[in-house]
RNA sequence: GGGGUCGUAGUUAAGCUGGUUAUAACGCCGGCCUGUCACGCCGGAGGGCGCGAGUUCGAGCCUCGUCGACCCCGCCA
């Protein structure tokens, strides 16, 4: 074996390296990022995961060594002792870390070569992804992604942290476990001993760690792996983490407050900012009211303005005809400033962008000197339209759009807008942390597809007590004891009390038109383990992935994640999936029939 | 399942209304250079345009299909 490593071991990392060392001897290890070969000295940028380190070869130092040292290329692993020192005057790099020195080389080891990497290491590679996810070992040596992974370890570390100094134990829960066709699509895992049956990857350890809770360990977390077998997304990943949390005899505000704890923790110490708690909180239906979606991004403003009673009466067709037939007219107005910025083609491409939310046209009105500019104003009474001015506040210059459709197609359109124009304009300030708490959500939804209630979190949510009545009445208007946690207008976080009485299960269960077998065959452990004294309890689960592409700017889930998938969820690095032999489907008596 | 963007040397891109030997930069290889740090200078190699059809005298440019990456809708209790 080496010397190197055996006897002469690593002093520093590359990147730690700095003008206190000037005058030591230091063995560093790494990879070879840039060489400038002068004939007689040659400079290498040695990099660890720490960062970067120039290194000198000198033949006045060591012949031997300045000659090995031509065999070096980039992302050469090399092993080299010298001596740190201040470089000379006016040789300083001020774009690096360790640019006031400089190691002089006394001994090189090569431990080994590399073919030349089909991409740049340097800075921002803008390689396309194909190629990075192919070669994802090398695209993980840059130092941006080597930063969000460093980033997400100190998150889990710290969470871990905080979780187990309030009291909260880590338990793991069955990845192979029991397929629950409610929710999203499940990854199967066919079994060998039981032929013809299936496991399933969890989505989340829901009912386990409501087990845990009816089991007594009164704190629960875990930071845990989650399969869901949908369609990708910037941000969604088929596997994805979450910091699991359950909590018995709490209520709602004993969960919030603990949370925004772990929050504050998280970002001052992974971060070093601090968080205002407690965070504000926002009824659903306000946040569809005001900004169109239950994950309002609250760093700015271009609220939703309902024009619906001003309107009603309008001799405009469109609205009538949408206003009559329970619609809604919605609107955003764009000041002046950043109105003006929006053109009229621009326009046509904000009617196609709502176009993709089923919205079939976008109105618009302009505030102009000489009045309003606006192909629809001319069918609205003056009235009207001072009323809209009161309304939206109108100035010089304003820019109104218009949407007017079902109340989901106005929500979904003008709040997706809304993110749209922010972006477009440059509306958000860099660095914002805009958390909020999303309550009162309604426990069940109808589905147009499933013709039947669903449940809009999951059916073991509990629902307010005082809207119980509604279960025989109303059932869209039953508010669910559930939050979500809202940061940037993305959801970081969801949970809720839980159901504990097996009587008021039974009848959420009948209320979403789940026969009693059909329970029973689903759930019934669960529903056994609820009548041997389920404790009041709740909880909260956040999406680890997600908190890390905020907390580091990331665009792409992928860039916090060692090893992602693609949208049509393969791996490029590993070729997964792929076929297996006749052998291993023979053992589990399955058979390709398509 | 649907809509959109993209696919040209190792990489990133350019390639005019279809027209002889397909450009550039970086990277790579060789040479020179003792202070560079996106080192510099000189020289060189490297692709037939994702793949497959078609239209045409002629296709990287047009048409159709197909594969792949990304973004979005549906989907994600």
């Known amino acids: 074996m080496s010397d190197f490593i055996t006897n002469k071991k690593r002093t520093h990392y590359c990147g730690t390296v700095c003008a206190a060392d000037a005058g030591k001897e230091v063995i560093l290890m790494g990879w070879a990022h840039r060489r400038r070969d002068h004939g007689g000295v040659i400079f290498v940028d040695l990099r660890d995961r720490e960062g970067l380190v120039q290194i000198v070869f000198n033949p006045e130092i060591s012949p031997d060594v300045h000659h090995e040292a031509h065999k070096i290329r980039s992302e050469f692993v090399l092993a080299v002792k010298g001596k740190v020192r201040k470089r000379p005057e006016g040789m300083e790099n001020p774009h690096l870390k360790s640019g006031e020195i400089e190691v002089m080389v006394s001994e090189l080891e090569i431990f080994n070569e590399a073919r030349t990497p089909p991409f740049l290491l340097d800075g921002e590679a803008d390689i396309s992804e194909n190629i990075r996810l192919k070669y994802r070992y090398l695209d993980l040596r840059r130092p941006e992604l080597q930063k969000n992974l ?56 829901q009912l386990f760690k409501q087990l845990l809770m009816i089991s007594g360990f009164d704190r629960y977390y875990q930071i845990v792996r989650c399969f869901r077998d949908e369609d990708l997304r910037a941000d969604r990943q088929p596997e994805f ?169 106005v929500h979904d359109a003008l709040g997706n807008l809304r993110n749209h124009l922010a972006k477009k304009l440059n509306l958000i300030e860099a660095d914002q942390l805009a958390f909020v708490w999303v309550t009162e959500f309604p426990l069940m939804e109808y589905s147009d597809t ?15 007590i005082e809207d119980m009545p509604l279960l025989k009445t109303d059932l869209g208007k039953i508010r669910a004891r559930a939050y979500d946690l809202v940061l940037n207008g993305s959801e970081i976080g969801g949970g809720s009390i839980r159901i504990h009485r097996p009587d008021v ?38 999406g680890l992935d997600r908190l890390i592409m905020i907390m580091a700017g990331a665009e792409s889930i992928r860039d916090v994640i060692a090893f992602p998938k693609t949208q049509k969820a393969t791996c490029l690095l590993s070729e997964a999936p792929s076929t297996v032999e006749i052998g291993q489907l023979m053992e589990l008596s399955l058979k390709i029939v398509s």
Request: glycine share 8%; charged share 25%.
């Open 505 to 542: 299960q039974a009848m959420i269960f009948d209320a979403l038109g789940l026969s009693q077998e059909e329970v029973r065959r689903k759930f019934g452990f669960f529903i056994d383990a609820l009548e041997y004294g389920a404790p009041p309890h709740g909880g909260i689960a956040f």
């Open 241 to 409: 983490t979450q910091i699991d949390i359950e909590m018995s005899f709490i209520a709602e505000d004993d969960i919030i407050s603990i949370m925004e704890g772990l929050m504050a923790h998280i970002f001052k110490t992974c971060l070093g900012k601090t968080l205002n708690t407690p965070f504000p909180r926002l009824a659903y239906h306000d946040a569809i009211a005001c900004y169109g979606r239950d994950n309002p991004d609250v760093r700015f403003g271009l609220k939703l303005q309902e024009l619906t009673d001003i309107l009603k009466d309008a001799e405009f067709k469109l609205f009538q005809e949408v206003i009559s037939t329970g619609g809604l007219v919605k609107a955003i107005k764009i000041d002046a400033e950043h109105g003006k910025q929006i053109s009229r083609k621009d326009l046509d491409g904000l009617k196609d962008f709502v176009g993709t939310y089923g919205a079939k046209g976008l109105a618009w009105a302009r505030l102009q000197p000489e009045g309003w500019a606006s192909p629809i104003f001319k069918f609205l009474k003056p009235a009207e339209v001072q009323q809209i001015n009161e309304k939206m506040e109108a100035k010089d210059g304003d820019l109104i759009l218009f949407l007017a459709d079902t109340p989901k197609v």
């Open 450 to 464: 499933e013709k039947r209630f669903m449940s809009t979190h999951h059916p073991f949510t509990s629902p307010v």
């Open 150 to 205: 460093i980033l997400r370890s100190y998150v889990a570390a710290e969470a871990r942290h905080f979780l187990h100094d309030a009291g909260f134990i880590e338990v793991e829960t069955p990845f192979l476990t029991k397929s629950t066709p409610e929710g999203a699509r499940d990854y199967l895992v066919p079994s060998r001993i039981n032929h013809g049956m299936f496991y399933a990857l969890p989505q989340s350890p």
